[in-house]
Every structure is written in C-alpha cells, then in structure tokens.
C-alpha cells in the first residue's frame, strides 16, 4: 500500500473502511458527551414539581422520538423506522423512569442529578460486557439520557437536523436518533470511533451510498470543530493537519476514483463475462430490504448474501413470522426474477440481540453461533424457515445454513425446514416446493469434508471473512492479532479451492460471500479456481465486473495456480499487486497499490 509519508506531512488516524469513497471537507464533531450536572437539595414542598419536570421532559421527548420515528419510516421504511424501538422502550422501562422518580423522591434532589446517578448505575454492569448487542443498548440509554437531561437543563442539543455547510460527521458512535434527523443533504461522510462494519453507522452509510470509517480511535478529541479533513471510505483512514502534497494526492485520487466509477457503471447491464467468454454471476450483499436498491443501481445480477440479523438485533422482542415475511418478501419481489439467498440467523460470535445467551461465553466465535444457536431453538427457526418459504412464492429464494461444522446439522436443519413446509401446508400458505437449499462454508470442517455435503445440498456459498478466521485462529475483530488475518494465505486458498472442486464433482453451484469477493486483488483467483458467483458489497460490484471483463479465465486460472504455489500469504500479496500494477492501473490507484 502506498505509504502518505512518501507523498507529505499528515496525520492519520487509522479506522477499518465502512463505505468506500473519499471526501474532503469540514469535520463536524457531534458532541455525544453528556451535559455535565451537580448534586442539587430540593425541598421537600419542590419535590413534586421537580418530578413533574422529569416526568414532562420523557414526555416531550418520546414525543420527540415518535416524530422522528414515522418520518423515517415514510422516507425509508418501516425495518429502518424500527430502530427507534429500543429507544421508546427506554423511555418506558421503569427502571430508567420509576428508578429516577425514587431518587427525586428519597433522596431530595434534582431531577438532572438522580437521572445521570440512576443511568450510571443501569448501565455499568452492561458496559462491562464484551456483548456487542448489551454495549449498542448501553449508547441507546445514554443517547437517551442526554436528550432528557438537554431538556432538563434548558439547552439545546447539537443536531444533524440544521447544518449550514456540508460536513463529515465525526462522532463516538452515531445512533439512529442521530441518523434518523440529520440534514442528509449536507452530510458528506460519517467517521466513528466504535463500531464495525455491521454497526449502524456503518450500514447507514452504506444504504446512503456515502463514505464511512469506524473505529477511528480517540478521533472526537484529535480533530477540531471545523478542522477540514479528508475521509478514506475505501481504505479506512481519517487524513488530517496535512499539507498541499496530501491535498494534491487526495484531490487526484478522488477525481481519478469518480471518474472510474462513472466509467465502470456505464458496464452496470454488461454480464460479467471474460474476454474468451466465461460468465460468472454476480450478487450483492445486505442486511436490509431496501439496500436491493443499491445492489440493482450497481448492476447485481442477484443478491448472494441476505444476511437477516439485522431484523432480529434491532429489536427488542424477536421479530414475528409475519414481520420477517414482509421483509424478505420486499426484497424478494424487488429482485425478481433475479435470485435472493435468504441465509438464516445467524447470531452469535460478536452479533448477538436479545436471544444472546444469559452469560457472557469465553468463546463466543467457537460458541453458541450460527446453526447451533437455531437447532437449539427450534421455534424460532421454524418461524423464520416458515417465513423465508412464504416469500419464496414471490419470486427466486434459496435458503442457507451458516456456520455448518458437520453433515449431522445439515440433515438437522433440513428437518426443521420439512416440518416449516408441512406447516405452511397445513396452513394452505403458498411456498416454492423447489427452493434450493445450500450452506455457508466458513469453517475448516465444512471446506474439508465439502465432498460429503455436497450430495447433502444444492449449493455452497463460501463465507471467507469466518474461514480465514477459523483457518488461522484468528478472531476477526481483534485489532491486536488484525495484522495475522490473512486472506492471501496459502491455506485459506487452498480450502477454497478444495470447496469448488468438490461442488464442481457433485455438479454443485458454488459462490463466494466474504469480504474477499470485493477485493480486486482476489477476484482473479477466485474467478480462476472456478467459483461460479462473486457476492459482495453492492459499491464493489463495478469494479469487480471490470476485472472479470477486462481478462480471460484461461489468464485466471494460471493465476490462480501461480498463487496457490505461493508459500506464504505476503508472497502471494506481492504477486497480485504486480499483476496489478500491469494490467490494472487504475484499480492499482484507486486501491493505493504502489
Ligand atoms: C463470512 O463469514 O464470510 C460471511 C459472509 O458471513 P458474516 O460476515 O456475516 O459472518
Ligand atoms: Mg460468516
């Protein structure tokens, strides 16, 4: 990668890339820090006009919170509106309200004071947890504790609503409230410091099409209000106090970029098809319904990877069959006749909602995830499977397990799916008898005995963010062992590989899912061991479509064997970013290859 220390002097904050594209402009500091508040006596005779405030500021602001939530809804729908749920519900809970009231009351003080002592205590135990669910609760309270006691203090929140100039929203962490009201004209980008890909802002920026950082660290006390900045959506950096070199780069690499990009979506109706006429497919990643936008603007032949946890983690209560049905049968009908791989729950690891497990576990990424936490409960599951069906009547579904170790839990889970169909029979609910039904192979196990499975299935989506993890041992989110999180390594290619050839034995179709299908650099061995489908991001789909068209499978395949005699992951690295530098210029530059 380019290093911007050859070029200028910058400063830079690293984050993990969250939109891809780059922005320049004026940082917006949204002041997520809660108002500071004293300890204050209030005599007894005050006491019930000072709860009478504290009782109308919840009001107002639920009030509030409704507003924001139906005008969500008419402009983005109602699976976007719904993560106003958890807020609502906090400003009902009664140990946020009633607990407050008593601290007025026992203790004789001011309504401001006893709400931060009460929130502190509700959410200390949860802020401890490694639970990625428990931890985005702990910012709903807060959020929302900071909007009472702005109202409480008479002050006026610094919003997104009314900004004069564009701006890039730099923020702790962005919560729908935020997101929900802001002035979306004038946001150019959003950088975080929490969050990962799949965080709210992150998905946000993403159906928005705007560029996005998270997990830029410490990044609401380095940049100043106002401060210009530069935001690298596509390779995760936040550029700062940097000087004309810095500028110049950006700005030629920024204008190179757009043009490309113009340049690649005039290909958007092309097949994806190599110069001695191979055709691949390709599809799009989403989490929501009416992300299938995107994915068709950005010329998706199909959508590779509906991930639905999205629908259960923004809740509170799980999703009804109903809800679910709705949801995939938006985006189902959207994409129709094209194909939409409905892939089950899949929580557990870092995504967990209100199914989580009682205990925190010491593992969670070797836990309770995927098909295990679904064959365990199997209500939940035949809901989903019934729901999934129901939608299959309007339009191409297929159904995938994640997270498969063994043939046993797919003959389990295919259990469960006949009884959702005798179901829906009983019921006289109309389904596609034919839905083909595949897996996710991630682990090491599944990609081992791929030959057993595939007699089992009708398809395999290869999921590489988890088999690189799995693979090597090392946990996708920890920054400390990130530098070992290697999808280049010999042997994550190699089980690749073995995963195709045994689909390709049983006459199996077989795609990719992971990260690694938007990266330019893997997309000619990928597309050289064969796979029959690319599935990612829908702002990578031009670009991907662009390497297939611009070379031959013949070219690929050798490629893909030079690189699979490669001994390590940086040598095979090394190989493809030569490659690229020949043949790909413009990608080399978009991507920062030297
Ligand atoms: C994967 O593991 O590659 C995948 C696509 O699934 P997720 O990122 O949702 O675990
Ligand atoms: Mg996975």
Redesign the pocket.
């Known amino acids: 990668m380019i290093e911007l220390s050859d070029i200028g002097e910058a400063q830079i904050i690293e984050g993990l890339p969250a939109s891809p594209g780059i922005v320049i402009g004026k940082a917006f500091i949204l002041d997520t820090e809660r108002p500071h508040v004293e300890e204050e006596p209030i005599p007894p005779e005050d006491i019930e006009e000072e709860i009478g405030c504290f009782i109308s500021a919840v009001e107002d602001t639920k009030n509030e919170l409704v507003r924001l939530r139906s005008s969500l809804e008419e402009e983005l729908g109602e699976t976007h509106a719904m993560i106003f749920d958890p807020h609502l519900m906090i400003l009902e809970d009664s140990m946020v309200i009633d607990g407050t009231v008593r601290r007025i009351k026992e203790n004789g003080i001011n309504a401001a004071f006893a709400l931060t002592e009460n929130i502190g205590i509700v959410t200390k135990a949860m802020s401890r947890t490694q639970d990625e669910y428990l931890r985005e609760r702990v910012y709903d309270i807060k959020d929302i504790e900071r909007r009472l006691l702005m109202r409480l203090l008479g002050r006026k929140a610094k919003s997104l609503r009314h900004l004069e100039d564009n701006v890039i929203v730099i923020a702790q962490v962005l919560a729908p409230t935020h997101t929900a009201s802001m002035h979306r004209e004038r946001v150019m980008g959003f950088g975080t410091e929490v969050g990962g890909r799949?965080s709210h802002a992150a998905i946000m920026a993403r159906s928005l099409e705007i560029p996005a950082v998270v997990g830029l660290r410490d990044a609401t006390d380095i940049i100043r209000q106002g401060e210009t900045i530069i935001l690298d959506g596509t390779v995760g950096l936040l550029v700062h106090r940097y000087d004309n070199a810095i500028l110049d780069y950006y700005l030629d690499r920024k204008r190179k970029l757009e043009e490309f990009e113009r340049e690649l979506l005039t290909f958007k109706d092309y097949p994806a098809v190599t110069k001695d006429g191979r055709k691949f497919e390709l599809g799009a990643?989403i989490e929501l319904p009416d992300e299938v936008n995107s994915a068709l603007s950005h010329g998706a032949e199909g959508i590779g990877?509906f991930?639905t946890?999205y629908l259960f983690i923004a809740e509170d209560e799980l999703p009804t069959e109903e809800e679910q049905y709705d949801a995939y049968r938006a985006a189902v009908e959207a994409m129709a006749p094209s194909y939409v791989v409905i892939r089950t729950l899949?929580v557990g690891?870092d995504k967990f909602g209100p199914q989580g497990p009682a205990e925190r576990e010491s593992n969670p990424f070797l836990g309770w995830r995927g098909i295990r936490y679904s064959l365990s409960n199997p209500d939940v599951f035949l809901k989903q499977l019934k729901a999934i069906l129901r939608a299959s009547s309007h339009g191409n579904v297929r159904i995938m397990f994640?997270m498969i170790s063994s043939l046993q839990e797919v003959r389990d889970a295919k259990q469960v799916l006949a009884a959702a169909r005798q179901e829906l029979r009983m019921e006289g609910l109309a389904f596609d008898e034919d839905v083909p039904v595949g897996i996710?192979v991630?682990t090491p196990a599944a990609a081992a005995i791929a030959d057993v499975l595939a007699e089992e299935v009708d398809f395999f989506s290869?999921?590489?963010?988890?088999?690189v993890q799995y693979t090597l041992a090392v946990d996708r989110g920890n920054d400390r062992v990130a530098y070992l999180y290697d999808q280049y390594h010999p042997a994550v290619l190699k089980l690749i590989d073995a995963t195709v050839r045994a689909a390709k034995r049983h006459k199996k179709w077989v795609g990719i899912?992971?990260?690694m299908a938007g990266d330019p650099l893997s997309v000619l061995i990928l597309i050289g061991l064969g796979l029959n489908e690319l599935s990612t991001s829908p702002l990578m789909l031009p670009e991907v479509k662009s390497i297939i068209r611009a070379t031959s499978y013949n070219y690929a395949r050798k490629v893909a064997q030079r690189a699979m005699s490669k001994r390590t992951g940086p040598e095979v690295r090394r190989y493809l970013e030569t490659i690229f530098r020949k043949r790909f210029p413009e990608i080399s530059e978009t991507e920062m290859i030297t």
């Open positions: 799949t990643n990877l991930r946890e899949d690891g994640p996710m991630e290869i999921g590489s963010n988890d088999l899912c992971g990260e």
